[in-house]
């Protein structure tokens, strides 16, 4: 058994649950969701994504009448990407009954909850996880709306090879799961393709000075830096790149989907590369959502709109099973789809992996990102 753990202060925003301590989900009031993710800290934009999508999801569900009757209520768990603080979090919704957890971010919170998750009966669904282990280690009840780092890195490490052939090449990570786990899948694409790396190196994250990593950078003579890991550090790595005079082009993944990207790096930031999935403000399954987004000033960037399909699936799945058990969601999920969503029909293969990701590459031009 995985023993209950007080809860970090300021974790959760929502006031307690009371009802079905029985461990049951109550069958009468409003159903309990939840989102959780980094809502403070220095990956704080992500939690703000997160929340966002939560709460217009909610908002708009209510409003077309709830779930088999019933008015969602949503809780708010912060993990700070802290994997102490995410089994913390895990604990407390689970004591709160909650059906879903459409969480966590950071890969390093998301496999230690599911764990929590799985053990009490709790169905989570992840919008931004990419760690192949969180469903390959998974339990019954784990899903991601994402692609996985390993459908990733071979994205990054071909683009490198085709594209910057001749080029010296860095790759950088954080020591995080997801920071390291891509940056290793990126390697074995690039190497697969016949392209060593000049670098691959781990640096601190949370630091504000990495004149080590740059000397280090500029020692190996380094035109492309590949960095596993989250958009301040990348930010600031690049920044200071530039402030030496290294003329190099970085090279990140999903987690530099974020516009405080270019409020670290300002004009230095120009020429960024990364991969995400094709931009979900473009689909036409996401236009009228996306429209009430912007109608409040928000921009539903990055994991806003893989946040509001998590628990869209949720809802259509509770529909067609007329009740919310988590386990007989779960069994819908694999084998009901596929799912109408804001990003367009999700289906899940057998351990819970979207069955068709698709990444493409994204650049930074004049303070904001496109598809190239």
Known sequence: MLKRRTMLGGALAAPAFLAGTGGAIAQSGPIRIATA???????????????????????????????????????????????????SVANQLSSRRVALVAGHFCSGSSIPASKVYAEEGVLQISPASTNPRFTDEGGWNTFRVC?????QGQVAGRYMAQNMRGQRIAILHDNSAYGRGLAEETKKALNGAGVTEAL????????RDYSAIVSR?????VQV????????ESGLILRQAKER???????????????????????????????FSSDPRKRPTAASVVQAFRARNIDPEGYVLYTYAAIQIWAAAATRNNGVDPRRI?????????????LGDIGFDGKGDVTVPDYVFYVWRNGSYAEI
């Open 37 to 87: 993710g980094p809502m403070t800290g220095q990956y704080a934009a992500f939690g703000g994504q997160m929340r966002a999508g939560a709460e217009q999801a909610v908002a708009d569900i209510n409003a077309a009448g709830g779930v088999l009757g019933r008015q969602l209520a949503l809780e708010v768990g912060d993990d700070a990407c802290d994997p102490r603080q995410a089994v």
């Open 225 to 232: 830096v590949y960095v596993g890991g989250y958009h301040t």
């Open 217 to 221: 950078l500029q020692q190996a003579n």
């Open 245 to 275: 005079g290294l003329n190099i082009t970085l090279i990140g993944g999903d987690a530099l989907v974020t516009n405080e990207f270019w409020q670290i790096t300002g004009a230095a930031g120009e020429g960024t590369l990364m991969t």
């Open 147 to 151: 692609g996985r780092d390993d459908q």
């Open 330 to 342: 779960a069994a819908l999920l694999k084998s009901g789809g596929p799912w109408q969503t804001v």
């Open 200 to 207: 691959f190196s781990a640096y601190t994250p949370g630091e």
